[in-house]
């Protein structure tokens, strides 16, 4: 009996980075944990007849592009969201949607949380 494949998606989650974000200097110095998750929609289907790397999205190439951009310091969440999603839009043409979540698991506001994100849904 033929499959149909209904969507298909590669997943990164909750990937840990230390990294030097955020609007106050002292986050600039001090630096914090942060967290990413990230969804990607595209078709895996050669992948899933073929079972070779070289027909699908590595996901070690997609956490080296996350890697880099968390290297470069933001102010704000959203456009370090904005620059990670963009950036994997660029060099994935593959990809039909991400959603991607980043979390900054300390932030300075002195409450007591799991932490303050922001996420997005980017599509071509």
């Known amino acids: 009996m033929p499959m149909t494949i209904e969507s298909s998606h590669i997943t990164l989650n909750d990937l840990r ?4 974000h955020g609007v106050l200097p002292q986050e ?3 630096g914090g ?4 998750s990230l969804r990607v929609a595209a078709d895996l ?3 899933i007849e073929q079972d070779d790397v070289n027909v699908t999205l590595n996901y070690a190439t997609l956490y ?3 890697q880099r ?3 470069i310091p933001s102010n704000l969440l959203e456009h370090l969201a904005g620059r990670i999603g963009r ?3 660029d060099v994935f043409p593959q990809i039909e949607v991400i959603d991607l979540s980043v979390t900054k698991l300390n932030p300075p506001m002195g409450a007591n949380c799991q932490g303050a994100g922001v ?3 980017m599509s071509r």
């Open 69 to 71: 951009e968390m290297n």
């Open 28 to 30: 600039r110095v001090v």
């Open 45 to 47: 289907s050669k992948a």
């Open 17 to 20: 980075f230390y990294a030097y």
């Open 33 to 36: 944990d942060y967290s990413i």
């Open 87 to 89: 950036t994997i839009l």
């Open 119 to 121: 996420e997005l849904r």
């Open 64 to 66: 080296e592009v996350i």
